[in-house]
Structures are given as structure tokens and as C-alpha cells.
């Protein structure tokens, strides 16, 4: 394997690292919040966050429940699509899916902090979708067509 394809490789695995710990914390705190696990679990708090972020506007708690689920689903499947374009990281159809996912998810959170009014937050989530967008052409320049 040439060194262009191992140092992909290395941006792939480490998104894939990332959003296996944000998917799993998360989910923790799903399940926390359904009363399967204790507080003290190693869950995210993500849950409790949006709830306070939602609360400024008319917005249903039922719904933050929903919003959260789909969250976590979607970050699963951008989960497996990372992990999947690490294993073959010569394969560019496979980052492009693994790379859509995540700055898709970062977009909507961005989206979503302009609709909530959560300014803190905005900053956080451009950034890692600038990281992600700089990842991503490093991956596109380096990886042959």
C-alpha cells in the first residue's frame, strides 16, 4: 500500500474512531433516558442538552425524543459507512458516502442551531465541518480517481 492511501487511510480511521465514540455516547444516553441504563452510564448528556436548547422555543419534548433518535441513526449509519471506507480506502465512491454522511449530519446541526437560537454551539459544529470538508479533499487529492 503507497503512503497516500495509508495516510487516507489514517484520516478515515480516525473519523471512523470519532463517530463510533459520538454513536455510542449518544445511544448510551438514549437508553439512559428510556431508564435501561443508570445515570451514572457513560452517555453523552446530548439528550438533556437538546431539551434545553428546544425549551427556548415552543417546541414539544415529545418531539425531542424523535429528534434525538434520528440523530443517533444517523449517526450509525455515517458509523458504518466510515469504518467501511476505511477498510477500503482505494475505493473513492466509499469515502464520498462515508465523508456525505457526516457533513451532512454537521449541516444539519448547524441548521438546526440558527432555528433553536443555540449560538454556543454553532461554533463547535462549523468547525468540525470545516475539519470535515478539509479532510475530505485531502482524501479526493491523494486518492487516484
Known amino acids: 500500500m503507497n503512503r497516500d492511501i495509508l495516510f487516507v487511510r489514517g484520516l478515515l480511521v480516525f473519523w471512523s474512531l470519532w463517530i463510533t465514540l459520538v454513536a455510542t455516547t449518544n445511544a448510551l444516553d438514549a ?7 443508570s445515570e451514572g ?34 449517526e450509525a449509519i455515517a458509523m458504518c ?17 462515508a465523508f456525505g454522511a457526516l457533513l451532512g449530519l454537521m449541516a444539519v446541526f448547524i441548521l438546526a442551531d440558527e432555528v433553536f437560537i443555540a449560538y454556543g454551539l454553532e461554533h463547535t ?21
Not at 31 to 37: A, D, H, I, T
Open 31 to 37: 437508553l439512559v433516558q428510556l431508564g435501561v441504563l
Open 41 to 74: 452510564s457513560w452517555a453523552s448528556g446530548n439528550y438533556a442538552y437538546m431539551v434545553e436548547v428546544t425549551s427556548e422555543l415552543p417546541f414539544p419534548r415529545a418531539r425531542v425524543g424523535v429528534l434525538f433518535a434520528g440523530v443517533v441513526a444517523w
Open 81 to 97: 459507512l466510515c469504518w467501511r471506507a476505511a477498510l477500503r480506502p482505494d475505493l473513492p465512491d466509499r469515502s464520498y458516502a
Open 125 to 145: 459544529h462549523t468547525g468540525i465541518f470545516t475539519a470535515l470538508l478539509a479532510s475530505f479533499a485531502v482524501t479526493r487529492w491523494m486518492t487516484p480517481p
